[in-house]
């Protein structure tokens, strides 16, 4: 009997539904080729579903994500809705399916393809051989703790939020980290601010704790200031990067700068009982609805449901090898293309789609370094 894997597919906004669609295509190529079946089920989220219901994560889409063993996501927002109140912004939608799947772990792979180093922000000699993941924790932290809002004391006002890390927190999200350290090159550096946080003493305190049931992994642990700075300085010294929901917010945007293009950077966020991959662009507004998007980030964001949702890591391998042979041939969308033609969006789905069917079908994919 084919093995059956149920997919949510919330395109959202902007180029979202533009770049899933080429995921979709690539998926199909698998389907006709592996013995395996997709089953998708589309559901509203962000601006497209406040036009449609008045709410960014209506219950429908909430069912649909229940009922999946994986969701695949695109973007959400546009000026459309910027001047929403904050609970209508489409950001809320991500927001709230996040804490709603308890998705506490995000992880940011950034992998610089020798065909690309030319394209990053950072000279070539420099960016060479990147090939790093970050793993951010995603449901704690600054972000959520209380107290927090804007107060008014001795009349002036004044601006409070609350960093609070429970030990469970850091323990869940420093295990998996380690635990994908084992399936890489077995180095996880924890990055805090120690020197000064509490919160971060903590976390330090915790990871060297959890660090001990994985003597097999290597671990450091980097102030974020100085983290910051070996970023840009090494980017190649770095394997599994485990930080805060701040600092990861923070390292992951500069690290992606490291990468070229925003177009290429795929993510997942995991929880216990849930997966939501999605690229780490936003919905572009500037070139939506003009088949001009790289959808590579999409792709890839589906390959990494393949291996960690569906554990099909033969396919995982074959889109990731797909993509890296499509960019060594010179196929850019106009983001990256500099002279000569660009390719349309829609166009780069068909050829990554068919390397990935060619690759699959000659049972060959590259293997992972
Ligand atoms: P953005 O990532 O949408 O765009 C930034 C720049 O990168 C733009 O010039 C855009 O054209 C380009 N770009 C982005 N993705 C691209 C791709 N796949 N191919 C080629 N070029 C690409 O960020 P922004 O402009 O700050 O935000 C636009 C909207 O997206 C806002 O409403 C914002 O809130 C939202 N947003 C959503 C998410 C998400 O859904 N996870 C993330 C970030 C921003």
Redesign the pocket.
């Known amino acids: 009997m084919q093995a059956l894997y149920r997919i949510a597919l919330l395109a959202?906004d902007?180029?979202g539904p533009e770049?899933i669609a080429e995921a979709v295509k690539v998926l199909k190529t698998i389907e006709s080729v592996n013995g395996v079946s997709f089953r998708f089920q589309a559901g509203l989220i962000?601006g497209s579903a406040i036009d449609a219901t008045a709410s960014p994560l209506p219950a429908e889409t909430v069912a649909i994500c229940n009922n999946a063993q994986a969701i695949l996501?695109g973007?959400?927002?546009?000026?459309k809705w910027?001047s929403n109140r904050p609970e209508t912004r489409?950001?809320q939608g991500?927001l709230q399916i996040r804490k709603r799947l308890g998705l506490y772990v995000n992880l940011r792979p950034v992998k610089v393809l020798d065909s690309l180093a030319g394209y990053s922000a950072i000279k070539p000699a420099y960016v060479k051989g990147t090939d790093l993941v970050i793993v951010r924790e995603l449901l704690g932290g600054i972000y959520f703790g209380n107290p927090r809002g804007i107060f008014a004391k001795n009349g002036e006002r004044m601006g409070v939020n609350t960093e609070i890390y429970r030990e469970h927190e850091v323990e869940r999200v420093a295990h998996r980290a380690f635990q994908l350290a084992r399936m890489r090159r077995r180095k996880v550096t924890s990055v805090d601010k120690a020197n000064v946080l509490e919160t971060s003493r903590l976390w330090r305190d915790v990871v060297t704790r959890i660090g001990r049931n994985y003597p097999d992994v290597e671990l450091n642990h980097l102030y974020v200031d100085n983290c910051a700075m070996q970023l840009i300085d090494c980017p190649t010294g770095f394997d599994v990067i485990l930080t805060s929901n701040m600092f990861g917010d923070i390292l992951s945007d500069e690290a992606a700068m490291v990468a070229g293009?925003?177009?290429f950077l795929p993510s997942a966020s995991l929880g216990e009982h849930a997966a939501l991959y999605?690229?780490?662009?936003?919905?572009?507004?500037?070139?939506a609805g003009r088949n001009?998007?790289?959808?590579m980030?999409a792709i890839l964001s589906a390959a990494m449901m393949l291996r960690y949702s569906f554990r099909l890591e033969t396919a995982a391998r074959a889109v990731e090898t797909a993509v890296e042979k499509v960019l060594k041939r010179g196929a850019h969308?106009?983001?990256v293309a500099r002279s000569g033609r660009a390719l349309s969006t829609s166009r780069m789905g068909d050829l990554i789609a068919a390397e990935t069917g060619k690759i699959l079908k000659s049972g060959s994919p590259r293997k992972r370094k």
């Open positions: 959202g902007g180029i770049v962000g996501l973007a959400v927002g546009g000026p910027d489409p950001e991500l293009s925003i177009g999605e690229p780490i662009h936003g919905s572009a507004p500037d070139i001009k998007a790289n959808p980030a969308t106009s983001e």
